[in-house]
């Protein structure tokens, strides 16, 4: 079974600065999808960044990078010159890429709280 | 475009009662899972729907949970006879299909309070 891991559970960061939110996961797939997702306190779900497994390419979208080591099954998002709205809470998703009925299930991490010091 | 609807926003139940969240997906969208997020914690799956079609439920309790996802009409998700352990946020996420470009896109969550 595939487990994901936020081993965090709170950070924080003063704004302007870069801060690091760690994941691992453990999967037997070799093709998969990894996501971290923002939800503020609205507690909308909002989709941070993507990265496909089988892209060497850490994904980047703006101030938001990850830092993907397959090998090590690691997926740590960077969030650099940080602003007050990124607060909130933070999650790691994985899906595999594998077909069959677990196609596209989403399974999350427990969560990192950040916290952005003005 | 609309984006993925769920209402009601808030539901308050009294133990032994019914609870049913609707679910509406993006435009375009045939396929629908519900997610649960207990307090506290992360996102938790529940069911895989397509139209018509339940595809994986392997997270959904065995008792008093149901879900469908009728040909025409939102997807629904029903818990019948509540309890207070039921009381948590539910999620639904819609997307076109599963696939390489595999977003889901989220609604903004029922909340379900278990008196």
């Known amino acids: 079974a595939q487990t994901v891991t936020q081993s965090q559970p709170e950070m924080s960061v003063q704004e302007a600065e870069t801060v690091t939110l760690s994941c691992t996961y453990d999967?037997?797939?070799?093709?998969?999808?990894l996501f971290w997702y923002k939800q503020p306190p609205s507690r909308q779900m909002i989709l941070v960044i993507r990265?496909?497994?089988?892209?060497?390419q850490n994904a980047t979208e703006n101030r938001f990078s990850v830092n993907f080591q397959k090998a090590a099954k690691s997926f740590s998002l960077k969030i650099s010159d940080s602003q007050l709205g990124d607060a909130a809470m933070y999650f790691c998703?994985?899906?595999?890429?594998?077909?069959?009925?677990?196609?596209?299930?989403?399974?999350f991490g427990q969560g990192t709280i950040l916290t952005v010091h003005p | 475009n609309a984006g993925v609807m769920q209402n009601p926003r808030h539901l308050v139940r009294r133990r032994g009662q019914e609870a049913r969240l609707r679910c509406s997906p993006m435009?375009?969208?045939?396929?629908v899972y519900w997610y649960r997020q207990l307090p506290e914690e992360g996102l938790k799956f529940m069911v895989y729907?397509?139209?018509?079609?339940?595809?994986?439920e392997s997270g959904m309790p065995k008792e008093r949970f149901s879900a469908e996802f009728p040909k025409e009409g939102p997807s629904i998700l029903r818990i019948q006879q509540v309890v207070r352990g039921d009381s948590a946020a539910y999620f639904c996420?819609?997307?076109?299909?599963?696939?390489?470009?595999?977003?889901?896109?989220f609604g903004p969550g029922t909340r379900l309070t278990v008196l």
């Open positions: 996420a819609s997307s076109p299909r599963p696939g390489r470009h595999n977003e889901q896109f």
């Open positions: 999967t037997s797939e070799s093709d998969y999808y």
């Open positions: 990265q496909e497994a089988y892209k060497q």
């Open positions: 998703a994985y899906t595999p890429n594998a077909g069959g009925t677990s196609y596209g299930k989403l399974t």
């Open positions: 435009k375009g969208h045939s396929h």
């Open positions: 729907l397509q139209k018509e079609n339940i595809i994986d």
